[in-house]
């Protein structure tokens, strides 16, 4: 047996300031304080390696190398996470064995593909959560979710009916990521998601405005959260600059107070990039899971076939920072027009290989970024001119 494949991903850093618009989807991403994270990935002939989260719950498996799909408990059956370890182990030593490969054992005779079982944290990991953490739960829904923006070009609002018939045209996801509570969206996306029975990962843009955020997201709900399965407050907010770690905490606790005493039983997080977390352990210490921003593109030594390993490799690094919390990648995706940056190359066929990529690693927990094009953002340098070209559907149809 060969010793095995070594392989380390540097995360190039970028520092290129955006003016702010309504949100910034994909600025400055995964720079945030650390200049460069260098993760050794070391796989040896192990024939599967399995990672379990702080319950010893499977977390992700992963043939030869290759990453198969993530597996999340059931959260009905799921013991409180207080305080336990974070236990990443490969079979050698976890008390659970591998589940057989799917159908095919091809997994295990395919060479290994690029990255995926993570040796070790680059970065000292915090101590695990407290007291304060709330238990583990399941994350999201199944299958897929994708990221919708209800903004016409010129900036404007689209209206109910706009929403409805961008919606006619998206199928086959579970859950619908929006970010702010501007142009009554948590009202007009959220009743064009439950219309196609699909859950909504809410959002509150402005961290400073929580209570009246927080607020116009119980007014939508009109009484029944039934559809909301998250509430996040903050995207990358602290990765940007824009808000301190404990700002964010707080209004974390603010809002989950403000909807607990509503009648929402769902979960509340906030997003910030993979990096952003794993340096700032208490923005996912606070949130029910982990839930972090992760695009292969911005990497720079990451291929299109290369997508979904890299995603997998940093939602395990995310999950293990955050003491074994179950994680949820909130936007990945990659843009079908823009520059070159490094070894990612945005193309039509290339958003394809890195979709498939990425679904390939995944099954659910994570949020395909985004819908359709987003003509109303700016482009600019730190986003490679990419910026509006991240639609997988491509134009918005209304
Ligand atoms: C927000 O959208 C909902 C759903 O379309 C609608 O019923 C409600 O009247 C809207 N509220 C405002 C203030 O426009």
Known sequence: ???????????????????????????????????????????????????????????????????????????????????????????????????????????????????????????????PSSSSTPPTTGVGASGYALSYSPYNTDN??????????????????????????????????????????????????????VETEIQQIITAANGNFDHIDTVAIGNEGVNDGTYSVGQVVS??????????????????????TFVAMIANPELCQASDYAAANCHAFFDGGVTAEQAGDFVLAQAQRVSHACGGKDTMITETGWPWQGETNGKAIPSPENQAVAVASIKKAFYHNIVLFTAFNDYWKQNNAGTFGAEQYWGLLGNAPS
């Open 251 to 272: 209004a974390i606790n603010t809002a989950r107070g403000l909807l607990k005493s509503a009648g929402y039983k769902g979960k509340v997080v906030t997003v910030d």
């Open 1 to 127: 047996m060969k010793a095995g494949l070594h392989l380390i991903l540097t995360l190039a850093a970028f520092a290129v300031a955006q003016p702010s618009r309504r949100h910034r989807h994909v600025a400055r991403r995964q720079a945030a304080d650390i200049p460069t994270v260098t993760v050794v990935d070391v796989v040896t002939d192990v024939a599967a390696v399995v990672y379990v989260n702080g319950n010893g719950q499977p977390f992700s498996t992963s043939y030869d190398g290759q990453a198969a799909s993530l597996i999340f408990p059931d959260p009905t059956s799921v013991a409180p996470s207080s305080a336990v370890a974070p236990t990443f182990t490969s079979s050698r030593t976890s008390p659970h064995p591998p589940p057989p490969p799917a159908s095919s054992s091809s997994s295990f005779n395919t060479p290994p593909q690029a990255t995926s079982s993570l040796a070790a944290p680059a970065t000292p990991s915090s101590s």
């Open 156 to 209: 404007s609002c689209k209206s109910q009916a706009q929403i409805n018939i961008d919606f006619a045209h998206i199928s086959g996801y579970s859950m619908i990521r929006i970010y702010g509570t501007d142009c009554n969206q948590t009202a007009t996306v959220g009743s064009a998601a439950a219309a196609y029975n699909m859950k909504l990962f809410a959002g509150v843009y402005d961290v400073t405005q």
